[in-house]
């Protein structure tokens, strides 16, 4: 069931907030807070596969803070 099907239900962790989406893994619904990983997955689902979400934005931080370490060495080869 799409969490939009439920008009005016919150969410069971932070009764303040409305629930936005349904956790691809355990089929809970939650809210914006709850998501996780790719936005498909609820937290505690990523909390209990023991496996951290990627976060892709610190993979290319760090891919592209190693060039200036290494740009002599890139262009040499």
């Known amino acids: 069931m799409d969490a939009a099907a439920i008009p005016g239900a919150v969410c ?21 807070r709850c998501r996780s990983g790719d936005g498909t997955i609820c937290a505690s689902c990523v909390a209990r596969s023991g496996v951290a979400p990627i976060e892709v934005g610190a993979i290319i931080k760090e891919s592209f803070s190693v060039l200036p370490k290494t740009a002599g060495r890139l262009l040499a080869v």
């Open 12 to 32: 069971g962790l932070h009764p303040d907030q409305p629930i936005t989406f349904t956790c691809a893994r355990c089929g809970t619904f939650g809210c914006d």
